[in-house]
């Protein structure tokens, strides 16, 4: 669909990941105690994504005809539970590779069906799960425009990078998402069980240090609040196969994107040990020659009386 046209591909400039849709909206749907058995729908995307130029979508065909509002799809008791779910995934979507698409409603989570013969219910804005989701999403349209890491590399292997797609129990991925400048990479967690992972250890790509610049569990966004204040200084502990990573809390249901700022590491010193006085070897077959001793100068001896003169 996206190929050049004179390799026998039709030329669009883009293509809708509807697999992407349907896998990820599959698995954000499960009760958070069963995603762990379908944790291949959340990974199965990056064997394919460079094989078109996606963009990826949540689409009317989603909020219609009885299958429910985006928020309406997430599990949960209460409608916190459900807001972070919804949080969550978007999330998750903004720092996938492919370009971007919400409908109508979706950025301020919209809890009807959609009606065509019905305007938004701007109204909802009023209440605070609202015009928080709203901010939420204001705010990963703000990151993506000012990062580059999440648009320059979309369409190209070296933009993303997994640390971690195998925790398949614990319902987390860890990944990269970069350009070809280091500083520019973002370190992305995203932990889609409601379990607050404290003191985890994940690997990062190079020494230096680690920022949490948005956590969809931020209090402004509705959410628990928890997450990282401080800048994480990396250590050499190998974690997820690498050398070096930082210890930090991961919020439940939350997506966590880091800034990384590589610092140059200090090479050790070595000591300066004092050289030892050098020893003249003796020869032990010639006999040592015996120390002459210089006679001493005679020292002529002052009179005692002042000098005469005629």
Known sequence: MTGDVKEG???????????????????MQYDPYFRCHHYGELTFSMLYAYSEDFVLVFSHDEVVHGKGSMAGKMPGETLEAKYSNLRAAYGYMMTHPGKKLLFMGQDFGQISEWNENESLPWDLLKYDKHSQTKAYVKALNELYYNTPALYEKDFHPDGFQWINCTSSKDNIVVFLRQTDRPEETLLVTCNFAPVTHEKFQVGVPFAGKYKEILNSEDKKFGGSG????RIKASKKKEADGREDSIEITLAPLGVQIFSCTPVKEKKAE??????KPAVKKVDAKKPAKPAVKKPAKPVAKRASGAAKTN
């Open 9 to 27: 591909s039709l030329g669009f400039d883009y293509k809708w990941n509807m697999g992407w849709m349907n896998d990820f909206l599959g698995y």
């Open 226 to 229: 928890i997450g990282n204040s």
């Open 270 to 275: 070595a000591k300066k040990v004092p050289a």
